[in-house]
């Protein structure tokens, strides 16, 4: 199955998609699943609780972000998957950071939350085929394929990353 083209998804997400590598969603989820555990289990805990900025979301409010951010674009897939044309609202991540209390997580706890959701919306990416991989609905005001809200889980992981290994580390 090809790549998303941009019409797939909106603008906002193509820095999302064009940081995945792969050309095939579900390769993309096998091979980055593995690189991001690698990655937060290598952030040195005296900086899990560091921002790099006054206002800025600490590294564990990042990772929740992430698993929290997953877990809605996967329900949205899911719900467009299964022919649900209901338009879906946005979330304010803010709003889900400052409420998520995580100052105080077991930091592997979190990590573990953060695997079983991916091994969860991997799981439901495996369940799909490519008709309803292509199958499109209104989310934040935005129409988007499901096989694209695969690719901006994985993407919106890589680009938390990057943020993370350039201010935070």
Same mark, same amino acid.
Do not use: C
């Given at each position: 199955?090809?790549?998303?083209?941009?019409?797939?998804?909106?603008?906002?997400?193509?820095?999302?998609?064009?940081?995945? =590598? %792969?050309?095939?969603?579900?390769? /993309?989820?096998?091979?980055?699943?593995?690189?991001?555990? @690698?990655? +937060?289990?290598? *952030? =040195? %805990?005296?900086?899990?609780?560091? /921002?790099?900025?006054?206002?800025?979301?600490?590294?564990? @409010?990042? +990772?929740?972000? *992430?698993?929290?951010?997953?877990?809605?674009? /996967?329900?949205?897939?899911?719900?467009?998957?299964?022919?649900?044309?209901?338009?879906?609202?946005?979330?304010?991540?803010?709003?889900? /950071?400052?409420?998520?209390?995580?100052?105080?997580?077991?930091?592997?706890?979190?990590?573990?939350?953060?695997?079983?959701?991916?091994?969860?919306?991997?799981?439901?990416?495996?369940?799909?085929?490519?008709?309803?991989?292509?199958?499109?609905?209104?989310?934040?005001?935005?129409?988007?394929?499901?096989?694209?809200?695969?690719?901006?889980?994985?993407?919106?992981?890589?680009?938390?990353?990057?943020?993370?290994?350039?201010?935070?580390?």
């Amino acid at each position: 199955m090809a790549r998303p083209s941009a019409q797939d998804y909106g603008e906002f997400y193509h820095t999302y998609v064009s940081m995945v =590598p %792969e050309n095939d969603i579900l390769d /993309a989820f096998s091979n980055q699943t593995a690189v991001t555990l @690698q990655f +937060l289990d290598a *952030i =040195p %805990e005296d900086k899990q609780n560091h /921002a790099y900025a006054t206002g800025k979301w600490t590294i564990r @409010q990042v +990772l929740q972000h *992430i698993t929290d951010a997953e877990r809605v674009f /996967a329900y949205r897939a899911l719900r467009f998957a299964r022919k649900d044309h209901t338009p879906l609202a946005g979330f304010d991540e803010n709003g889900f /950071a400052d409420a998520a209390r995580v100052e105080h997580r077991d930091w592997v706890d979190m990590i573990e939350e953060f695997q079983m959701v991916r091994l969860s919306s991997e799981h439901l990416f495996r369940s799909l085929n490519e008709e309803e991989m292509q199958r499109k609905g209104m989310a934040s005001n935005t129409p988007v394929t499901v096989l694209s809200l695969g690719y901006i889980i994985i993407g919106h992981a890589l680009h938390h990353q990057r943020v993370i290994r350039e201010r935070y580390l």
